[in-house]
């Protein structure tokens, strides 16, 4: 099935830095969710948007919806040794349902 | 709040044998509810959707006969692997849907062996 373009695919990042990542696609999404999984459990909803160019804050988190509705990013500020998993974006499609349409994930590794 | 549990969180089983895996929420009512397959390393992959009181939808390539799907309730799908094999092994995820957003369940992995 289709996959939302996430990048970076991991990043290694020292305590206390600030990461960036985003997922791109071709089509237009209603709806995009941020996600953070560790081993062994289910995703976690970090951060939802339901609007063009809405910009969402959870604690150290950031995310917005991108104006063109084809995009999304994530930002973490001050990094912790806890900020460590797998990060997955999803989107809702236009006319698609309920369905999630996942990206493919980013993994961050912090280095104390 | 939009709590999702699963049961069991894991199960090993001898090939040939059925194996249930049931997703709950808990604290909301869920007209729809989604599961997916998880390989490491790799993103989830969505089997089908859940429809409480009608049949399931399954995604292209997903075996139906293989994976039967139950919505009897409003907080509660079952997911059955009927005739496990080695090859079904895998982590399976269930999630239920609420306001435009779906909630995850905490998982379960299969074994078969």
């Known amino acids: 099935g289709q996959q939302l373009n996430q990048s970076p695919q991991s990043m290694f990042i020292q305590e206390g830095e600030d990461v960036s990542m985003n997922c791109t696609s071709s089509?237009?999404?209603?709806?995009w969710l941020w996600y953070k999984q560790e081993p062994g459990e289910g995703p976690v909803l970090l951060i939802a948007l339901y609007k063009a160019g809405e910009l969402t804050s959870n604690g150290r988190l950031t995310a917005q919806f991108g104006i063109t509705r084809k995009d999304s990013f994530l930002n973490i500020s001050a990094s912790i040794p806890s900020d460590v998993g797998i990060y997955f974006c999803a989107g809702i499609l236009t006319g698609g349902g309920n369905k999630l349409t996942f990206g493919t994930g980013t993994q961050l590794k912090v280095e104390l | 709040g939009a709590v999702v549990s699963q049961h069991p969180s894991w199960v090993i089983c001898k090939s040939g044998t059925s194996v249930k895996i049931e997703c709950r929420s808990l604290d909301f009512q869920a007209t729809t509810m989604f599961w997916y397959r998880q390989f490491p390393k790799q993103s989830l992959m969505l089997m089908a959707t859940s429809n409480e009181g009608s049949k399931a939808t399954y995604e292209q390539g997903v075996e139906k006969d293989k994976f039967l799907i139950n919505h009897a309730s409003l907080t509660l799908s079952t997911l059955t692997v009927t005739s496990a094999h080695p090859e079904d092994s895998s982590f399976y995820i269930c999630?239920?849907?609420?306001?435009?957003?779906?909630?995850f369940g905490p998982g379960t992995r299969l074994l078969v062996l």
């Open positions: 999630s239920a849907h609420r306001t435009e957003t779906q909630y």
């Open positions: 089509s237009i999404f209603n709806t």
